[in-house]
């Protein structure tokens, strides 16, 4: 099946600094992909759709000048935390689905943030 | 916004047991999808369905969509130790909803195996 593939998988960081996520697939195009945020033992929160030469679309709630989202190619959406908070700490997820309409997602393996 | 409850949150199960888990809608969904994640990874996709009353099979797992679009259930035949893990079920809602592109994911189904 397709990969998607996050990194870093693990990322520990001060307060106030900020912090990227890449989410590749790697051997498909992906024109859509989604960042997902989980905290422990919950279910996944959808925070926004990264369309690939457009503006990323938020959910309700999530910060677009917390939360940046970039999608400059088929093939990477970058998710950054800016002026990150203890708060901020979660496990952040990617997906990304094929070109085709119909293709279901595939998820990244995850990305643990930690702000101290 | 749409909700998907899962059911139960957690079990505790015998290896060689069935396992059945389900998950509803208070409205109605055009695709579900059952994920398994295990502890620090991504969701894995187990099974999708895409028709209402679909009945569809991946080894031990088995899984429906209801003919109400509101519900779906995930069945684990003969479960094993590495069927350890949270089971979430997902679902994609109609065009003219606006939800076609977006997963909403169930709450989770914490499974554990015992020897």
């Known amino acids: 099946g397709a990969v998607v593939s996050q990194h870093p998988s693990r990322v520990i960081c001060k307060s106030g600094t900020s912090v990227k996520i890449e989410c590749r697939s790697l051997d498909f195009q992906a024109t859509t992909m989604f960042w997902y945020r989980q905290f422990p033992k919950k279910s996944l929160m959808l925070m926004a759709t990264?369309?690939?030469?457009?503006?990323?679309?938020?959910e309700q709630g999530v910060e677009k000048d917390k939360f940046l989202i970039n999608h400059a190619s088929l093939t990477l959406s970058t998710l950054t935390v800016t002026s990150a908070h203890p708060e901020d700490s979660s496990f952040y997820i990617c997906s990304a689905r094929d070109r085709e309409v119909t293709g279901e997602l595939f998820f990244g393996e995850g990305s643990r943030l930690t702000v101290l | 916004g749409q909700q998907l409850n899962q059911s139960p949150q957690s079990m505790f199960i015998q290896e060689g047991e069935d396992v059945s888990m389900n998950c509803t809608s208070s409205?109605?969904?055009?695709?579900w999808l059952w994920y398994k994640q295990d502890p620090g990874e991504g969701p894995v996709l187990l099974i999708a369905?895409?028709?209402?009353?679909e009945l569809t099979s991946n080894g031990r797992l088995t899984a429906q969509f209801g003919i109400t679009r509101k519900d779906s259930f995930l069945n684990i035949s003969a479960s094993i130790p590495s069927d350890v893990g949270i089971y979430f079920c997902?679902?994609?809602?109609?065009?003219?909803?606006?939800?076609?592109?977006?997963?909403?994911f169930g709450t989770g189904t914490r499974l554990q195996v015992t020897l």
């Open positions: 990264s369309n690939e030469g457009s503006k990323a679309t938020y």
């Open positions: 997902a679902g994609r809602g109609p065009v003219h909803t606006g939800t076609a592109s977006k997963l909403t």
């Open positions: 369905l895409y028709k209402a009353g």
């Open positions: 409205s109605i969904f055009n695709t």
